[in-house]
């Protein structure tokens, strides 16, 4: 017997909410497992069967990562030993994650959305043009970095904040000019031209009239290439040494010299650099509804 419209309508919607709850479950797991991970105790990082929820949940982990707590253990004469400090600096590196990310990330924000702007009004670069900036940011990075060691060693910028920021600026202009661009481009002309005709300067006019429209889409891009930033590896490794450590790079150090990888401390770490981005995104949660919908203003 075949299907009435009203039937399949509701066949293809209960489809698509499957479809989307294992998509939820696949994405969500590996942020369960994290969570999961650094509250367990060390004998149940390699357990087997896997141990989803720890029955000896412990703070542990966080402890000796953010709080430089020493874990010590009973020896055979009866004296407590040291047997896991941390010789990491996580806060150090939280410092420096959040400015290199922030810094450059409003850099890359305003200057985005000028040039963006002069694409959209005055067509300051052609389409082929604006294709040609954004193949630039798909060069892989590790084909572009032994030049700029040696450009950064010979301008005293290896190793430092002020380095990291430039690049990052440079690699995620590209993603802001077309981005910004997409959302000047829905603002209509005429509400320009009308706010000029009542003798409103240009920069008036795009202060108060283009600025208002495109603000949510701005506060949406700023967040996409501060995740960029924030979790940004390969360059913060081969331009940083010691002076500037990044917490992907310090996330990487959690290596033991004889249990191997730290699962349970790592864990703790990526707890620790995920919750900013979350903060963040709560804060602005408003502006980012908006301005991922693509189109505040429709002609």
Request: net charge positive; no cysteine.
């Amino acid at each position: 017997m075949s299907m009435t419209k009203s039937q399949r309508r509701h066949a293809f919607s209960a489809f698509r909410y499957l479809v989307l709850t294992v998509w939820l479950a696949i994405v969500a797991f590996p942020i369960f497992w994290m969570v999961s991970t650094s509250f367990k105790p060390d004998r149940e990082w390699f357990a087997w069967p896997p141990v989803y929820i720890s029955e000896n949940a412990t703070l542990q982990n966080y402890l000796v990562v953010w709080a430089d707590v020493s874990e010590y253990a009973v020896d055979e004469t009866g004296n407590l030993e040291t047997v896991a400090q941390s010789l990491q600096r996580p806060w150090v590196a939280l410092r420096n994650s959040a400015l290199i990310s922030v810094i450059s990330t409003t850099l890359t924000v305003l200057f985005g959305a000028v040039l963006a702007y002069g694409v959209s009004r005055y067509g300051i670069l052609s389409e082929g043009r604006m294709f040609q900036l954004l193949m630039l940011r798909m060069v892989p990075p590790i084909v572009l970095i032994a030049p700029i060691s040696i450009w950064y060693s010979a301008l005293g910028l290896l190793d430092t904040i002020t380095g990291l920021v430039m690049l990052y600026f440079l690699t995620t202009l590209p993603y802001a000019v077309w981005m910004a661009k997409s959302f000047i481009d829905e603002v209509p002309r005429e509400m320009e031209q009308a706010a000029e005709i009542l003798g409103a300067s240009r920069m008036r006019t795009i202060w108060e009239v283009v600025l208002p429209l495109v603000r949510s889409g701005l506060v949406a891009t700023f967040l996409f290439i501060l995740i960029l930033t924030w979790s940004e590896y390969l360059l913060a490794l081969l331009l940083s040494k010691t002076a500037v450590v990044t917490l992907p790079v310090e996330l990487s150090k959690y290596q033991g010299s004889t249990e191997g990888r730290v699962y349970g401390r790592q864990a703790a770490l990526s707890v620790g650099i995920t919750l900013p981005l979350i903060v963040v995104g709560l804060i602005i949660r408003k502006h980012l509804a908006r301005g991922f919908s693509f189109g505040m203003v429709r002609r």
